[in-house]
């Protein structure tokens, strides 16, 4: 059974970190052309868009959410290790599926259920970005970052069931703190 959750289901639920990476490497080739169209109609025409700057801060703000369950899966994220790495195998597993598990896993429940709500809600009341001058729809900036929370909350229950085997069986998956590709460890 281990061996098929480590080998099959988890790499396979991977998948949605790599699919969300996709769609993140299509929006930073949106945002730089709207960044080298607005420069262009700018300096070149003398004809500002008044669209240009909603689209780049929607499209950055969504690229990060939507590149976070990646940056997770290859763990990439962060981390301030030095004290944990002198740690036996199973008690590093411990530490992190307590703190996916008790911390952070509810956290980004909660968090990606705010968020689903919030863009349901504004594209029933199709509410519109008030801050800005073009006032867009403001929905599909929020469903994009519904959507990054969601495959990071993901993520996290998926790297929560890892550690737990971690605790059980250490041999059976990577060490915290190194790349599942076996590329080492990044503090």
Known sequence: MKHVLTRRVLPALDKVSVGLAMV???MIVVLISVMLYE??????????????????????GTLFL?????TLLRERHVRIDFLSTRLPARIQHLINAL???CLLGPLMILTSQSSIHKAVRAFERGTLENMSTWQPLIWPFLAGI?????????QIALQLIRHVIGVFDPKAVPLPGTDPEGEGAHS
């Not at 939507?66 to 990646?70: F, H, K, V």
């Not at 519904?146 to 993901?154: E, I, R, W």
């Open 24 to 26: 993140a490497q299509i």
């Open 39 to 60: 420069v262009v109609a700018r300096r070149v025409f003398h004809s500002p868009t008044i669209w240009s700057v909603d689209i780049v801060y929607m499209v950055n």
């Open 66 to 70: 939507i590149g976070a369950a990646y």
């Open 99 to 101: 703190f996916y598990g």
């Open 146 to 154: 519904a959507l990054g929370l969601l495959g990071l909350t993901l």
